[in-house]
């Protein structure tokens, strides 16, 4: 079986397997306890954070253990919010944790805006700095996008946003930790949302970057761990998971050997006039979309075949049409026929040739199915 939805979720480490073992079954202990063995892990905990803000290129602010993703992007959002004559600003392109959110913020009485997604699939910023004006309360625009792999300027995001108002600018960053080049200190970002699990650490642990605490507010009550920001004993093994994973990636190193397979499965692709691909930045996500052939359909064949990719984001399945590509000016035709093809930086080239074949011999038989 060759796995080509790591945009989903990533295959955990077994160092980090080990580490989360550790942590569950040796030093177990509950790190809000009082005597000698809670307080080592609390401090176990402290350097986890440490780690995480030094991998972020953060000289300065903090870092909150939180569920998921999910979790931190509803706390930096709801979080931030204060009551007053505030308006929301959100890019189209964002997923579902973030751009659901915002609709709520929209149904619960709130003035939110959405800025367009340009051809290329990054955001529309002259539209995002017409949208923003000293009322904004927070933007949120998302780094890499789950869909299509395409990056955001987001140092150029913080100077529009920053250079109109005094925004908190909060930016989902899950596609984009431990997969491309880049250091907080350069942006002017507020709040930033990573995931375990899509840089092979453990499912049900993230972490919200904060520079500034005074500008959120917690949206669980409870005992007060993390420092009153998110109540609930902390999940101590997958954090620790989390940052062993994190410490031991290379993202450079990384980076340079998965653009090699997304080139060769671009490639083998692009033999075949049929075949549209979205260029993007990051060269872990491939969007592409193979003409006459429904996506789900290709999705399920290549399932019998042994390759794993999926049709988009897994949080939305279940859902029909798809959001971002809509909002790129797509046609129909090409979203029903799009498919998400992911990498993660140790496959083998042997493994991305084969599958780029066994997908374009699948999408061919299917279309002439379709004949």
Known sequence: MIYLDNAATTKMFEGAVGEYKKFACDLFYNPSAFYREGVEVSKFLNKARNSILNKL????????????????????????????????????????????????????????????????????????????????????????????????????????????????????GVQAFNKIVFSLDDFDVDFYTISAHKFHGPKGVSALYVKNKNDLKNIVFGGGQEENYRSGTENVGAIMAMAWASENINVKTNFEKTMRLKAIMENILSTDNKIQIVKSQSPYILSVSYEGVNGETLARALQDEGVLISTGSACSTKKAGNRILENMGFDKNRIVSSVRISFNAYMSEEEVKDAGKIILNCAKKLAQLKV
């Open 57 to 172: 290129g953060a000289s300065q602010g903090n870092i909150i253990f939180t569920s998921g993703a999910t979790e931190s992007n509803n706390l930096a959002i709801f979080g931030s919010k204060r009551n007053g004559n505030w308006n929301y600003v959100f890019s189209m392109g964002e997923h579902p944790s973030v751009y659901n959110v915002a609709r709520e913020l929209e149904r619960l009485g709130n003035k939110v805006s959405f800025v367009r997604l340009q051809e290329n699939g990054e955001v529309d910023y002259d539209q995002l700095e017409n949208l923003v004006n000293e009322k904004t309360r927070l933007v949120s625009v998302m780094h890499v996008s789950n869909e299509t792999g395409v990056v955001n300027d987001i140092k150029k995001v913080c100077e529009i946003v920053k250079g109109k108002s005094n925004s908190l600018i909060h930016v989902d």
